[in-house]
Structure formats: C-alpha cells, structure tokens
C-alpha cells in the first residue's frame, strides 16, 4: 500500500506540474470555468482603429540576425563611404569661402557697423548663402551661431540671423508615407477627413500640415496606443534605471494630466523631413572632428568648439525627436494652467512619434502681421504680455522657450476670462458668453468686406478672378487666403444664424481670416482693431515650436539674477569679478580687471537713465555686455547666452509695438509675487541652517531679491510723480470745480 501511496502523490504532482505549465506557457489548452483575482486574464485590446491597422510583431531569430548584419554592414561599410562623399561635398562648397576670405581686409572700417570692413560684410553674406546650400545641419548652425554674440561679432551674428530656410517642402507622397507608418498602417483616407497636401509652413527640420480626423477615429488611436502603453510609470523606471539618454529622459518624463484635455478633430500635423536624422547625424560627426582640429589653435582655444558643438549635437537631437516637443508643450501648458493671457498647443503624446507630432490647430495670426500694421489699440498690450511671459519662464519656472521670435509667436483675440470661480464654473458648464447679435451682425459685415478686398488684390488677365484659370496669381499666398474666406463663408452657418448655432470657435476663426485678409490695408486693419477693441476683445499670445527649451543650472542661473542684482545696487564692478570666476575657462580670460572696470562704466550709464522709460533698454545693456564678454574671452554658458538672446529679441519685438516699453515695469508684477513665495517658503522652515544658499533660494538670495523689489518699487513711484500733472490732477479738481 505504500507502494502506491508513493505512486499515486507522484502521478499527482505530475499532473500539477503539467496544469501549471500549461497554464503558464499554453493558456488556450486550459479551460477554467472559475477565474480568481490573482489569474484573471488580460483585458482584451481595442478594436484597431482602421482596417488596414497591422499590429507590430516582433521578429524571429532569423530577423534578428538579418537586421544585425545589416546594421553592421550599414555602419562599418557603407557610412565611412556616405561620409567621405559628404566631407567631399562640403570641402568643394566651403573651398570658396576660404579663397575669397581675404576680400575681408577691403574697404575701411565703418564705425556704424561696428568698424567692419566693407569687404568683411560682403563675406559674411558670401558665407550665409553657402551655408545655405549645404543643408538642414549648417542652417540650424547658423541660427544657433546668430544667437551667440558672446562669442562672434555684432554683424556677424546680424547676417546669420537673416538665414531662414532654404529648404523646400518634401514630396506629399513621401509624408504620407511616414504618417501613414506611425499610425500603424492606416491609411490617410482611413484616418482623416481632410488633410491639407499644401504644408502651413516648411523649415528645417520639418513641415506642418493641417489636417481634420475623422469622427471617433482619434478616440480609438488614443485608446489602442494606451493600451499598448498602459503602464507608463514602470516604463519610464525601467529607461531611467538604464542610463536614457538625455532626450529619452525628457520624452518619458511624468506631468500632470491635464483636466480637460482639448476635444477637437482639426489638428496641425509635424512631419519629420525623410533622412534628416542620418544627414545631421553624418554632419554631427564631420564638425566635431574639425572642432578638435581647430581647438588646437592658441587663439580659438578658449571657444572650447568641442564642448559647442557637442551642446549643438543635444540641441540638434532633442529636435529630432518629435515627442520631446509634445512633452515640452505640455509642460508649458502645465505651467501656464492659470494665465489667460499666453497658451500653447496642445499636444497628444499617445499619437505622436519621434517622427510626427499631432497637436491642436491654432485658429491665430502671426506677430508680424501686427508688427507690420503697428498702431492698434493692442500693441502695448501684447509688448507687455510677451515680456512677462518670459520673465516669469525664466524667474518663476526656470523652464524657458529658447527659440522665441515673431515666427514662433501667434496672437488671437477673445473674452477676458472672468475672475471669479464660480463664473468659470458656470462658463465650464455652460459655455462663455457669446457675441451679441448686433456685434456679430458687425462681425459679418467687416468679413464681407475684407473678402471683397481680398478679391480686388488679386490680378487677374480676364474673367472672373474666382476662377482658377482665369488668375494671373494662382498660386500666390493671397489666392490662397482668399480660397480659405470663401471656403469658411461656405462652411460657416449663415449670418441670421443663433447664439447657438454660431460656437466661439467660430467667431474666432471670422476674426482672424478678416484680421489676414486686411492686413494689407493698414487703414482698414485699424478701424477693425478699433471694433475689436470696442467690443471687448482682449488679445492671447500662441507660443509654438517648443523644440528648444533652456534650464539654468545653478551657476547660470545666479550668473543672470547677479544682472539683475548689478542693476539694483550699481555695483558693476563686483559683478564683472564675478562673471570672470564663474566662467567656463576663467584662465583664459584677457584682462579681468578692465573687464569689471568696463561693467562698473555700464551699470553706471544706466544709473542716469534709470528713471527715463523710453531711453533705458535692458536689450541694450545686455548686447553690451556680450560684446565685452566676447572682446576679454569671458566664455559663457550655451543656456545663460540663450536666455539673454531670448531678451534682446522680445525687448526688440516690445520696443516695435511700444517704443516705451520698459523691461523692469514689467518684472514688477512678478517679482512682487517671487517675493511673497519665497518669504512664505523661508517662513516654513525650522532654523537657518535649514535654508538652502543655492541661486534661487535661501536667506541670501532673498535678500537681494528684496532689494531690487525695493528698488522697483521706488522706481514706479517716483516715475509716477514725475509724469504727475499736478495743477490739472490736484488743483483743477478743488481749486476750479466744474460750474
């Protein structure tokens, strides 16, 4: 008997054994009809959004070893090969450049140009049209070169700043194939109801494309990708537990989730330009090899180029993942949740790739067309809106756009948001108050008329300008806008139409397409503004392009508040010492003390002007510094440069629309506020020695951050008595009443 004791408790852990590994290895071999908690099967995937959808397989052994051999293949064989020629063509397009160099000793110094030759600034133009031609690679250099005047000269930098991109739109075919790759398959007609083959615009890097998802069809997207990265925190463990890349790192990074996420179909599509990640990558290699040929020489050494363009390869990289500008856009949106003033796009990261970006469609003008009509009723408002948008990226959230200019900048018009919460409640529940009838009957009218006008600036040869055939300007842009008026005066519902019928979007959208198409009739584009600001329209500032973004470390970060410090207490000279020791070479430096001496001379310049608004620019002083920092070799960081660069060009814009616009006016708001936030945090803590000294925080620095508060203070008041009419304001009142 225990004979078969034995057998039978073998046979039974057998049969065990083998459940188990059925269960664990086979599951479809075993049935169970009772399912606990601990084995209840996975939740079944959604339906694909498309029929043509393929779902990812992953490859055999036999695939694994193709796709090394070629991977191998690819990058000892046919790579050297690819860059050898690559290193050919740039030697054969920049071999002028260095014959027709000596053309710069031409001429005799201009002192309005910074004592360059006239010889030299026919070069540097010379140089910018090669640069050009030689690819997305070295007219992104030259954008980031035109930034960093801390290290070339005034009209250098001023010519490659006029580079745009040269590069034309890629082939429509090649767009919708890699769309149609990131969404797994489906087709364009599968996914989209409309998808604009003109892009919106075209740079470097990528092209933009309007587009309009089909009903539900972006639900489902949104429901499959998430499904097939449901568990996000355990991923973005697991990449930063294995080392990720500093573009992996911000791609996966958490934010919060966003309340109300945007509900609508028409999105701006960002595609990738096809082989721009290999060519930049080749041209990556080849600069970085004559980076280190040229750090050799004495005289460029405290450039320390190696270091450049190793900072340039990041920035180059991170914009070549298109995730990491939806997960930009998305912190911006985060940290500007509460201002009404300045919004961003929305961008959907669960549909993005490295590849494509799918955000929301910005019914808005560009800044340059108010910065061409200047004199609205709203200049002085969107000057002073940028400025503190800015100020407070870098104060408040040390999280800056670092590619701001009046490309990246949109401005649309809408109802002030109303201050108390529980009228937002009610606006969330509700909807905002629209339009009146009588304005929207105004409205119309206006886009009646800018459509009319819009139509007579198109040349025609015969016949009606509305036909294609029959225009002489076909394919200019105002052809172009005067398709999309006739278009939106199809689609919108008609000019008796209700409150209800008639959304917000809508009323957007009319505003902005009559603020376009009047854009060339400055008269008629006042008058508009006028009505708009009659009505009670308040501008709103649309940030785009949020590929570049710039933290401050600690150092830099201190290095920019000690301007700001330099200018509270005038002590120039004591800042100077301390941007010379807190450099990135500060051995290399010529000269430290005149350096500081030249500092304490320009923070002493705006001591006399300190109280004449439309005299003192923050611009100014910093382009002065940079060139004093370039002249003594006092190397700076690539992300302190940007920041003041990022100043001069809103300042610049500010000054355009508002010629009185004043850097430190502005700051007063936000400071106030720094102030408050700080004293609050320092309040909370136990004992002194608790409060951190870093730059930003601590005793020491709010201190000094209580001073140029102070010191604002001050300043607005005495500005203030100083612009006081007091025998009209204080004496007319009492001393002659009206009878």
């Known amino acids: ?36 908690t601990d084995d209840a099967a996975p939740p079944l995937p959604p339906p694909p959004p498309c029929p043509t959808a393929r779902r990812a397989k992953p490859p055999g052994l036999l695939g694994r070893l193709l796709a090394r ?23 054969l397009l920049f071999l002028p450049l260095v014959v027709t160099f000596p053309v710069g000793y031409l001429g005799t110094p201009q002192p309005d140009r910074y004592g360059e030759t006239a010889g030299r600034l026919w070069w540097y133009q010379f140089l910018t049209q090669q640069m050009a031609h030689a690819g997305p ?34 082939a429509f075919g090649q767009t919708r194939r890699i769309v149609e790759n990131a969404f797994d398959g489906c087709t364009l007609e599968e996914l989209f109801d409309e998808f604009d083959p003109v892009p919106l615009g075209t740079g470097a890097i990528a092209q933009v ?27 973005t463990a697991a990449v930063a537990a294995a080392d990720a890349s500093p573009v992996e790192a911000q791609v996966l990074a958490p934010f919060p989730e966003e309340s109300y996420p945007p509900e609508e179909d028409e999105v701006a599509v960002k595609v990738l330009h096809p082989r721009v990640a290999t060519l930049i990558r080749r041209d990556l290699v080849i600069m ?46 985060y940290l500007f949740r509460n201002r009404s003033s300045v919004t961003f796009p929305y961008a959907w990261q669960d549909l993005s790739s490295p590849e ?17 009509n200047k004199g609205s009723p709203f200049d002085g408002q969107i000057a002073g809106m940028g400025l503190n948008a800015f100020l407070k990226m870098v104060i408040y959230d040390n999280f800056i756009h670092a590619d701001l200019h009046p490309g990246n900048i949109l401005v649309t018009f809408t109802r002030p948001v109303r201050a108390h919460w529980f009228d937002r409640f009610i606006d969330r529940l509700v909807g905002p108050p629209g339009a009146t009838a009588d304005q929207r ?21 015969k016949g009606d300008p509305r036909d294609l055939h029959a225009s002489a300007a076909a394919d200019s842009p105002t052809y172009h806008l005067a398709r999309e008026l006739e278009t939106f005066a199809g689609r919108a519902p008609s000019r008796h139409a209700s409150a209800v019928t008639r959304s917000p979007d809508q009323l957007q959208a009319q505003i902005n397409l009559t603020l376009k198409a009047l854009s060339r009739h400055p008269q008629v584009f006042h008058e508009y503004t006028e009505e708009l600001s009659r009505m009670g329209l308040v501008p709103q500032l649309v940030f785009l392009d949020t590929g570049l973004v710039a933290t401050l470390n600690e150092t830099n970060r201190r290095n920019f508040l000690d301007l700001f410090q330099a200018i509270a207490s005038f002590d120039g000279y004591q800042t100077g010492q301390l941007m010379v020791e807190r450099c990135r070479t500060p051995d290399l430096v010529i000269d430290p003390d005149i350096f500081a001496l030249k500092m304490q001379h320009l923070i002493l310049q705006v001591r006399h002007k300190t109280l004449k608004l439309s005299e003192m620019s923050i611009g100014e002083l910093l382009r002065q510094v940079m060139i004093m920092v370039r002249q003594h070799h006092v190397k700076l960081e690539g992300d302190f440069v940007n920041v003041i660069i990022s100043i001069l060009i809103l300042e610049g814009i500010g000054r355009q629309l508002d010629p009185n616009i004043d850097l430190l006016k502005v700051a007063l708001p936000i400071l106030r506020n720094y102030g408050l936030e700080e004293t609050r945090k320092v309040a909370t803590l136990d004992s002194v020695k608790q409060v951190p000294h870093a730059a930003g925080g601590g005793l020491g620095q ?27 304001n204080l004496f007319g009142e009492y001393m002659y009443p009206d009878v």
Request: some cysteine.
């Open 356 to 372: 494509v970006l799918v955000e929301t469609y910005e019914r808005a003008i560009p800044l340059a067309v108010l910065l061409r």
């Open 441 to 461: 009957l105004k409205l119309d009218n206006w886009f009646a008329r800018a459509e009319a006008l819009i139509w007579a600036d198109i040349p025609s040869t």
């Open 1 to 36: 008997m225990p004979r078969y004791g034995v057998t039978l408790v073998i046979l039974a852990g057998a049969i065990v054994g083998t459940l188990g590994w059925a269960r664990e290895f086979a599951p479809g071999l075993v049935h169970s009809d009772v399912t606990s």
């Open 702 to 728: 709010l201190a000094w951050w209580f001073k140029v508060w102070l010191w604002l203070e001050a300043r607005e008041w005495v500005s203030g008595v100083r612009e006081f009419d007091f025998e009209d």
């Open 137 to 170: 690679t070295f007219i992104k250099l030259c954008q980031w070169a035109a930034s960093r005047s801390d290290i070339f000269p005034p009209e250098f930098c001023q010519a490659l700043s006029r580079l745009h991109s040269q590069s034309t739109p890629h």
């Open 209 to 235: 494309y309007r587009a309009r998802f089909k009903p539900h069809v972006r639900h489902a997207l949104l429901a499959a990708r998430r499904h097939r990265d449901e568990d996000i925190a355990t991923t």
């Open 69 to 91: 051999f070629l991977h191998a293949l690819d990058t000892y064989l046919l790579e050297p090969i690819k860059t050898s020629l690559r290193v050919v063509h740039l030697f």
């Open 288 to 333: 970085t090899a004559v980076a280190r040929l040229l750090d050799l020489i004495p005289t460029v050494h405290w450039v320390s180029l190696p270091d450049e363009v190793a900072q340039f390869g990041l920035m180059m990289q991170s914009q070549l993942d298109l995730r990491v500008e939806a997960a930009n856009l998305l912190h911006f949106r």
